[in-house]
């Protein structure tokens, strides 16, 4: 086995990090504690990772990541970390409406508190909310709540109320509406369409339009919708997700609901971004490091990094490529202790397993061992000097063919881990 170096894990994570560096940029604005609201700032914690150091462009340092990079229990602790960093990150909801169709009753009914709590939204029968207010919820940390004046001024265009509200700078929107889906909730969806962000339409105040009407519930429920969507249907905005609540009634109605689709647009919100970098960025350097091996193979090197001392011996070879991914079984079993799932679930898809499946999945590797191929490859063997060249170029040939499948085993598998860090429940 060759050695590990000790500043092994800076290494492979040095292609990582050039993913992460541009990110840093703007880790100096200070990021929002956990539960506190802040009154004007829309920092974005970005994930950064400690240990990784810069990287130094010399010939010795990239063939040592040549060596290192690509290792799959590596990059799963960093997908790991990245996702528990980007979990943090915070998120900004704004709350909009026409004045008086309960946005600021919604808030407090999503941070879990009363009206007559000490830091609730104020309410009232009168236009209440004269600017816009943060707040924070221990129910979703790192999320700040805005409490948007509604909109139905007539005095203000929308253009200066969007301007002045700042939606630019809103992660998703949370339009309120009752009684009616107006001209103005209307000109919102278009506007938040155009942004291209997330909303969601929630209609309060259901509890009095299922006293105040004689129809039955689902009745009235399919009427609210069927209303919302044929005004939306005008902006040919597709159907988003609509919630009916009432706010004196936290826990009925689409209430439960609403709060479990927010949990998981929030983690999409947070980590779609920094996952997919990441995953590409590992993907590049499992590539890279399949092109750096391929260059080496029949090497002296070759063989020592990775413990071959047959490099006639195909399934030796092949296990040392599993080893030299992070793919073997051991490696695999870490990686399940991650996760939590069972390592033979990751392996069960390798293509790789073993020799017969590698052959057998390869067309070319497939030709060189039938029955009429293989007894001429044999009788070429026997031929001096030139039978030498051919063996030794179809064990190369065959080689990088083995690479090339365990290199597309170890990304395979990274997607499935990163599929299950990112949404174990969803699965
Ligand atoms: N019956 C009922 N009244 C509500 C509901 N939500 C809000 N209200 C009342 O509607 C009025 C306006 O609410 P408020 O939250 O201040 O509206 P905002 O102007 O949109 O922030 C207040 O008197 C609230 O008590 C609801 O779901 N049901
Ligand atoms: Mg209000």
Known sequence: MPQECPCHRIRVNLRLQELVTPLLTGMAESPLSPHSPSSASFTIAVPHHSGWSLPVATESRSTEKGWADGKLPEMVSVVKETLREASCTPVNIAVTGDSGNGMSSFINVLRGIGQEDEDSAPTGVVRTTLTRVSYSSSHFPYVVLWDLPGTGDNSQSLDDYLLEMQFNKYDLFIIIASEQFSMNHVRLVKAIKDMGKKFYVVWTKLDRDLSMSAFREGQI???????????????????????????????????????????????????????????????????????????????????????????????????????????????????????????????????????????????????????????????????????????????????????????????????????????????
Not at 242 to 259: A, Q, T
Not at 279 to 302: A, P, Y
Not at 336 to 354: C, F, I, L, R, W
Request: aromatic fraction near 10%; charge should be neutral; proline fraction near 4%.
């Open 221 to 427: 429920h399919q009427s609210i919708r069927r209303n919302i969507l044929e005004n939306l249907q005008k902006e040919r905005v597709h159907e988003p997700p609509i919630f009916l609540v009432s706010n004196l009634d936290p826990l009925l109605h689409d209430f439960p609901k609403l709060r479990e689709t927010l949990r998981k647009d929030l983690s999409h919100i947070r980590c779609d971004g920094p996952l997919q970098n990441l995953f590409h960025s590992c993907e590049e350097s499992i590539n890279d490091k399949v092109t750096f091996l391929k260059d080496k193979i029949g090497t002296q090197s070759f063989q020592d990094a990775l413990g071959i001392s047959n490099a006639d011996d195909l399934e030796e070879c092949l296990k040392a490529y599993h080893r030299h991914f992070g793919v073997d079984d051991e490696s695999l079993q870490l990686v399940a202790q991650t996760t939590g799932e069972a390592y033979t679930d990751y392996k069960v898809n390798m293509k790789s397993q073993d020799l017969q499946a590698v052959n057998n999945g390869n067309w070319n590797l497939t030709l060189m061992n039938c029955t009429v191929v293989k007894p001429f490859l044999n009788f070429l063997c026997w031929i001096p000097f030139l039978g030498n060249l051919v063996h030794h170029y179809f064990i190369r040939m065959k080689q990088k063919h083995f690479l090339a499948i365990v290199a597309k085993d170890t990304k395979s598998i990274l997607r499935k881990v990163c599929q299950f860090f990112f949404s174990p429940d969803e699965r």
